[in-house]
Protein backbone atom coordinates (compact mmCIF):
# COMPACT_ATOMS: atom_id res chain seq x y z
CA UNK A 1 0.00 0.00 0.00
CA UNK A 2 0.91 3.47 -0.15
CA UNK A 3 0.28 6.29 2.23
CA UNK A 4 -0.07 10.24 0.15
CA UNK A 5 0.30 12.67 2.41
CA UNK A 6 -0.75 16.73 1.09
CA UNK A 7 2.14 18.07 2.76
CA UNK A 8 4.39 16.60 0.31
CA UNK A 9 2.07 17.30 -3.14
CA UNK A 10 2.20 20.79 -1.87
CA UNK A 11 4.76 22.98 -3.80
CA UNK A 12 5.13 19.96 -6.66
CA UNK A 13 3.94 19.40 -10.36
CA UNK A 14 0.86 17.78 -8.78
CA UNK A 15 -0.18 20.85 -7.05
CA UNK A 16 -2.15 22.72 -9.85
CA UNK A 17 -3.72 26.25 -9.73
CA UNK A 18 -6.41 26.61 -11.83
CA UNK A 19 -7.17 29.72 -11.59
CA UNK A 20 -10.36 29.89 -9.31
CA UNK A 21 -9.11 26.94 -7.49
CA UNK A 22 -6.13 24.90 -6.60
CA UNK A 23 -5.99 21.13 -7.21
CA UNK A 24 -3.42 18.84 -5.12
CA UNK A 25 -3.29 15.48 -7.01
CA UNK A 26 -3.16 13.04 -4.20
CA UNK A 27 -4.07 10.16 -6.56
CA UNK A 28 -3.74 9.84 -10.49
CA UNK A 29 -4.07 7.62 -13.51
CA UNK A 30 -0.31 6.49 -12.64
CA UNK A 31 -1.55 5.02 -9.70
CA UNK A 32 -3.62 2.61 -10.82
CA UNK A 33 -6.57 2.61 -8.75
CA UNK A 34 -8.90 3.34 -11.61
CA UNK A 35 -9.78 6.74 -10.22
CA UNK A 36 -7.96 10.05 -9.41
CA UNK A 37 -8.63 11.70 -6.13
CA UNK A 38 -7.84 15.35 -5.40
CA UNK A 39 -7.88 18.13 -2.44
CA UNK A 40 -9.34 21.06 -4.21
CA UNK A 41 -9.80 24.94 -2.92
CA UNK A 42 -11.74 26.50 -4.76
CA UNK A 43 -11.94 30.32 -4.26
CA UNK A 44 -13.82 32.68 -2.69
CA UNK A 45 -16.24 34.56 -4.90
CA UNK A 46 -15.27 32.80 -7.79
CA UNK A 47 -17.77 31.24 -10.44
CA UNK A 48 -15.94 28.49 -12.61
CA UNK A 49 -18.01 27.01 -15.64
CA UNK A 50 -17.15 23.53 -15.60
CA UNK A 51 -18.23 20.66 -18.21
CA UNK A 52 -16.54 17.25 -17.60
CA UNK A 53 -17.95 15.25 -20.85
CA UNK A 54 -15.46 12.94 -20.29
CA UNK A 55 -15.44 12.14 -16.72
CA UNK A 56 -17.87 11.43 -13.58
CA UNK A 57 -16.86 13.36 -10.55
CA UNK A 58 -17.85 13.15 -7.06
CA UNK A 59 -17.22 16.55 -4.91
CA UNK A 60 -16.89 16.10 -1.26
CA UNK A 61 -17.05 19.30 0.27
CA UNK A 62 -15.17 18.95 3.67
CA UNK A 63 -15.17 22.72 4.52
CA UNK A 64 -17.00 26.26 3.54
CA UNK A 65 -19.96 26.97 1.22
CA UNK A 66 -21.06 27.89 -2.21
CA UNK A 67 -23.77 26.23 -4.87
CA UNK A 68 -23.69 24.27 -8.22
CA UNK A 69 -26.02 25.69 -10.99
CA UNK A 70 -26.95 22.76 -13.43
CA UNK A 71 -27.39 25.15 -16.76
CA UNK A 72 -29.65 21.91 -18.35
CA UNK A 73 -32.25 22.93 -15.75
CA UNK A 74 -31.02 26.03 -14.06
CA UNK A 75 -31.19 24.87 -10.97
CA UNK A 76 -29.67 25.68 -7.52
CA UNK A 77 -28.27 23.42 -5.39
CA UNK A 78 -26.68 24.61 -1.77
CA UNK A 79 -23.59 22.97 -1.15
CA UNK A 80 -21.95 23.14 1.80
CA UNK A 81 -18.87 21.26 4.70
CA UNK A 82 -20.06 17.56 5.21
CA UNK A 83 -22.03 17.63 1.43
CA UNK A 84 -21.49 15.68 -1.92
CA UNK A 85 -22.69 16.38 -5.11
CA UNK A 86 -21.88 13.57 -7.41
CA UNK A 87 -22.10 14.94 -11.83
CA UNK A 88 -23.97 11.65 -12.90
CA UNK A 89 -24.79 12.87 -16.26
CA UNK A 90 -21.73 14.32 -16.62
CA UNK A 91 -23.58 17.67 -15.89
CA UNK A 92 -22.59 21.02 -17.48
CA UNK A 93 -22.74 23.16 -14.34
CA UNK A 94 -21.41 26.55 -12.33
CA UNK A 95 -19.90 26.22 -9.18
CA UNK A 96 -19.68 29.32 -6.98
CA UNK A 97 -17.63 29.55 -4.25
CA UNK A 98 -19.53 31.77 -1.44
CA UNK A 99 -16.38 31.07 0.84
CA UNK A 100 -13.31 29.32 0.00
CA UNK A 101 -14.72 25.40 -0.23
CA UNK A 102 -12.29 22.69 0.27
CA UNK A 103 -13.30 19.70 -1.60
CA UNK A 104 -12.03 16.09 -2.05
CA UNK A 105 -12.73 15.20 -6.10
CA UNK A 106 -12.58 11.92 -7.10
CA UNK A 107 -12.44 11.85 -10.90
CA UNK A 108 -13.42 8.16 -13.22
CA UNK A 109 -11.82 7.81 -15.58
CA UNK A 110 -8.78 9.27 -13.43
CA UNK A 111 -7.27 12.21 -14.59
CA UNK A 112 -3.73 12.29 -15.75
CA UNK A 113 -2.91 15.37 -13.52
CA UNK A 114 -1.71 16.66 -17.09
CA UNK A 115 -5.19 18.01 -18.14
CA UNK A 116 -6.09 21.56 -18.48
CA UNK A 117 -9.92 23.11 -18.66
CA UNK A 118 -10.42 23.76 -21.94
CA UNK A 119 -12.66 26.74 -23.02
CA UNK A 120 -16.13 24.67 -22.35
CA UNK A 121 -14.61 24.15 -19.01
CA UNK A 122 -14.04 20.28 -19.82
CA UNK A 123 -11.32 18.01 -19.56
CA UNK A 124 -9.76 16.43 -21.95
CA UNK A 125 -9.14 12.56 -22.40
CA UNK A 126 -5.03 12.86 -22.30
CA UNK A 127 -3.25 9.91 -24.25
CA UNK A 128 -0.37 8.99 -21.70
CA UNK A 129 1.16 6.40 -23.53
CA UNK A 130 2.42 8.80 -26.11
C1 LIG B 1 -14.90 20.86 -8.09
C2 LIG B 1 -14.13 20.91 -9.35
O1 LIG B 1 -14.36 20.19 -10.26
N1 LIG B 1 -13.16 21.83 -9.39
C3 LIG B 1 -12.29 21.99 -10.51
C4 LIG B 1 -10.95 21.33 -10.30
C5 LIG B 1 -11.00 19.83 -10.37
N2 LIG B 1 -11.80 19.26 -9.36
C6 LIG B 1 -9.61 19.27 -10.22
O2 LIG B 1 -8.87 19.23 -11.21
O3 LIG B 1 -9.29 18.85 -9.13
Same mark, same amino acid.
Given at each position: ?10 ? *? ?7 ? &? ?9 ? #? ?5 ? @? ?10 ? &? ?11 ? #? ?11 ? &??? !? !? @? ?5 ? !? ?8 ? *? @? ?10 ? *??? /???? /? ?7 ? @???
Amino acid at each position: MKVVKLEDVIG *TDMDVDGGN &WVSRRLILKKD #GMGYSVH @DTVIKAGTETHI &WYQNHLESVYCIE #GEGEVETLSDNKI &WPI !K !K @DELYALD !KNDEHLLRAK *T @DMRMVCVFNPPI *TGR /EVHD /ENGVYQIVD @DEE
